[in-house]
């Protein structure tokens, strides 16, 4: 997984909210929101929506031990492939906030909360590369899952004073992340599936077979 992996996913799901039902100008801010008030000091923000990263895991589900495949040309062995890709889950918060604490702009952020909930709930699945989406079956990329999480009021609770503030109107997303690769040899072992066969007393007399089994043995090149 590339290093700005993570930052460039960001940007797509920003150009995503901006953009989405012929909405035109910036409704996404990233920023942290656990720093809003710092020192006292609300930060400016020119955007009434800002989204946060607030916990990144690693998505053990999605991940993929076996990188071992059977090979197309040749029946009776597999190929080693890449190792597998780290799957991430990514918790996301978009908030409602404004700096003017009026009503008129808590309403506002309230509409363009909907606005978010409206756009991943008509599509949560999305194939990228970078900050774009592109065709699954052409080329490698990366597979974003977006999950709205509902949370009860003791969870809220907890969510909002670990991040340092009171409650904001806001929706919490889990991301998942799974990278999609092609099958390409990275030049290691092959592994040959080779017929075994057990015998009793004499290998020469078809009556003493026992049994019959595959066994795979590693060759190293």
Same mark, same amino acid.
């Given at each position: 997984?590339?290093?700005?992996?993570?930052?460039? %996913?960001? !940007?797509?799901?920003?150009?995503?909210?901006?953009?989405?039902?012929?909405?035109?100008?910036?409704?996404?801010?990233?920023?942290?929101?656990?720093?809003?008030?710092?020192?006292?000091?609300?930060?400016?923000?020119?955007?009434?929506?800002?989204?946060?990263?607030?916990?990144?895991?690693?998505?053990?589900?999605?991940?993929?031990?076996?990188?071992?495949?059977?090979?197309?040309?040749?029946?009776?062995?597999?190929?080693? +492939?890449?190792?597998?890709? !780290?799957?991430?889950?990514?918790?996301?918060?978009?908030?409602?906030?404004?700096?003017?604490?009026?009503?008129?702009? +808590? !309403?506002?952020?309230?509409?363009?909360?909907?606005?978010?909930?409206?756009?991943?709930?008509? !599509?949560?699945?999305?194939?990228?590369?970078?900050?774009?989406?592109?065709?699954?079956?052409?080329?490698?990329?990366?597979?974003?899952?977006?999950?709205?999480?509902?949370?009860?009021?003791?969870?809220?609770?907890?969510?909002?004073?670990?991040?340092?503030?009171? +409650?904001?109107?806001?929706?919490? +997303?889990?991301?998942?992340?799974? %990278?999609?690769?092609?099958?390409?040899?990275?030049?290691?072992?092959?592994?040959?599936?080779?017929?075994?066969?057990?015998?009793?007393?004499?290998?020469?007399?078809?009556?003493?077979?026992?049994?019959?089994?595959?066994?795979?043995?590693?060759?190293?090149?």
């Amino acid at each position: 997984m590339p290093s700005d992996v993570i930052h460039k %996913t960001l !940007q797509f799901l920003q150009t995503k909210v901006d953009t989405y039902n012929g909405n035109v100008g910036s409704m996404v801010e990233l920023m942290n929101i656990a720093t809003l008030n710092d020192g006292d000091e609300y930060l400016d923000s020119t955007s009434p929506i800002t989204l946060s990263i607030i916990n990144i895991e690693e998505d053990t589900v999605a991940k993929v031990p076996n990188v071992y495949l059977p090979n197309t040309t040749q029946a009776s062995s597999v190929d080693r +492939y890449k190792s597998p890709a !780290q799957n991430l889950v990514i918790s996301l918060l978009f908030t409602a906030y404004n700096k003017e604490q009026t009503t008129d702009k +808590y !309403q506002d952020g309230i509409i363009k909360l909907e606005h978010v909930i409206r756009c991943f709930q008509e !599509q949560n699945v999305f194939y990228i590369d970078g900050t774009v989406e592109v065709d699954p079956t052409t080329q490698d990329h990366i597979k974003i899952i977006l999950d709205l999480e509902s949370l009860k009021i003791s969870e809220l609770n907890q969510l909002w004073s670990m991040l340092g503030n009171k +409650y904001m109107p806001s929706v919490l +997303y889990r991301m998942r992340m799974i %990278t999609i690769q092609h099958e390409e040899e990275d030049g290691g072992s092959t592994v040959e599936r080779l017929k075994l066969k057990l015998w009793n007393d004499n290998p020469n007399d078809i009556a003493g077979q026992l049994e019959e089994s595959d066994e795979i043995i590693l060759n190293n090149p």
